[in-house]
Nanobody, 120 residues
Framework: QVQLQVSGPGLVKPSQTLSLTCAVSGGSITTNYRYWSWIRQPPGKGPEWIGWITHSGGTDYNPSLKSRTSISRETSKNQFTLQLSSVTPEDTGVYYC????????????WGPGTQVTVSS
């Protein structure tokens, strides 16, 4: 069973870069047709897909966030990282990493989520 665990600071100052890492256990991030995703939920709003990195290292981003987003991976550590630059208080929310199974298709594994607050 795949498990995902997010780590990173819970408080980021405006204009700085938010950086979160998702460590994966119980499965490889290079497994075919698995896309390793970041999703967030601002307070009082629905979930928003941020982007993903595929089993082969390709990336795709939400157009509304693309200019500020970078997702990368370290296959030797079986983890992937989100960087969101120039943050504002509107980037506050609960951030999740999740596995998208393109064969199903479905988000079939989720990490527990972590609160990130953007504030000075």
């Amino acid at each position: 069973q795949v498990q995902l665990q997010v780590s990173g600071p819970g408080l980021v100052k405006p204009s700085q870069t938010l950086s979160l890492t998702c460590a994966v256990s119980g499965g490889s991030i290079t497994t075919n047709y698995r896309y390793w995703s970041w999703i967030r939920q601002p307070p009082g709003k629905g979930p928003e897909w941020i982007g993903w990195i595929t089993h082969s290292g390709g990336t795709d981003y939400n157009p509304s966030l693309k200019s500020r987003t970078s997702i990368s991976r370290e296959t030797s550590k079986n983890q992937f990282t989100l960087q969101l630059s120039s943050v504002t208080p509107e980037d506050t929310g609960v951030y999740y990493c999740a596995r998208y199974n393109a064969a199903t298709p479905d988000f079939d594994s989720w990490g527990p989520g972590t609160q990130v607050t953007v504030s000075s």
